[in-house]
């Protein structure tokens, strides 16, 4: 059984549960569990989450070839410093663009890079790029299979020096079965708990998309990277495939079950879990904030 949520905080309790997959790919049937681990009933209804399956895994491995993209893994990699000995996170990794990134800029000389991702296929382009980067990494560059909805237990306190994160943390998810609805606690639970795995002087660079994106935009800003890829076919294949998943998550945010949130949003969010030091700008085809801050 694949459990997924959280366990709610604060004087409005909130279940938590869990999701037994069903015979088909990417699909979850709701199993609700009170905050005290008995099962309370069956009410939330199927549901399909791709994030898990290959197939979308794999849809996502070529998103580093769209200009787009280009733009917000360079902007994000100007505002990582990672140093000597560091301990890192990068929270939904994918095809672990800036774990490459955190190895490179370090030139391998970082203590640990953790890549964590709810899609288990993400492991074997891990492995792969522990071959490919410069220098050539260990296992200290390792992936982690885990759901960050339910948190980050994995680490103790104070952990990790630096987290990294690329249009990954609006996607915790949490339903309330009192109020029968997707709810925003898991989003905060992840907050809270990404300020407790960092050390004091830990920083925080992540992106997350803009209210209600224009996945469009970037689809037309992606078709001139036709012109520069050597395989174009697939190229325009992934980059409908990524379109078609962008129209799910979009649907999926307006239920409230994902999160574009705006940027003062954002920033207060991060406040309220204890970060300083906030800023902020647009990037990717302006679908994009990318943010940085840090634990005093």
């Known amino acids: 059984m694949h459990r997924v949520g959280a366990l709610g905080r604060g004087p409005r309790r909130q279940a938590r549960f869990a999701y037994a997959l069903l015979p088909y790919p990417g699909t979850l049937r709701g199993v609700v569990w009170s905050t005290e681990g008995s099962l309370m009933s069956t009410a939330i209804p199927a549901e399909v989450n791709y994030w898990a399956d290959a197939a979308c895994a794999k849809a996502f491995w070529g998103q580093h070839e769209l200009p787009a993209y280009h733009r917000l893994l360079k902007d994000t990699v100007q505002w990582l410093g990672p140093r000597t000995s560091e301990r890192w996170l990068d929270l939904g990794c994918g095809c672990g663009q800036l774990s490459k990134a955190l190895w490179e800029k370090s030139a391998g000389r970082v203590a640990e890079i953790a890549a964590l991702d709810c899609a288990a296929a993400n492991e074997r382009v891990i492995e792969r790029l522990r071959t490919t980067v410069q220098p050539a990494a260990d296992d200290r560059l390792h992936f982690v299979h885990a759901d960050f909805s339910e948190g980050l237990a994995h680490w103790q306190d104070e952990y990790f020096d630096g987290v990294v994160s690329g249009l990954a943390i609006q996607y915790a998810q949490s339903y309330s ?119 005093n």
């Open 177 to 295: 079965s009192e109020e029968r609805r997707w709810t925003t606690e898991g989003y905060d639970c992840l907050m809270r708990e990404l300020y407790r795995v960092l050390r004091v002087g830990g920083r925080f660079v992540f992106s997350v998309n803009v209210p209600d994106p224009a996945w469009g935009r970037v689809g037309l800003r992606s078709l001139t990277g036709v012109l520069r890829t050597p395989k174009p076919g697939r190229y325009l294949k992934n980059m409908l495939r990524m379109y078609r998943y962008g129209r799910w998550l979009t649907r999926e945010a307006r239920r409230g079950r994902f999160h574009y949130l705006p940027a003062q949003d954002v920033e207060r969010r991060l406040t309220a879990a204890g970060f300083s030091a906030i800023q902020h700008r647009l990037t990717y085809c302006d679908q994009a904030y990318l943010f940085r801050c840090r634990k």
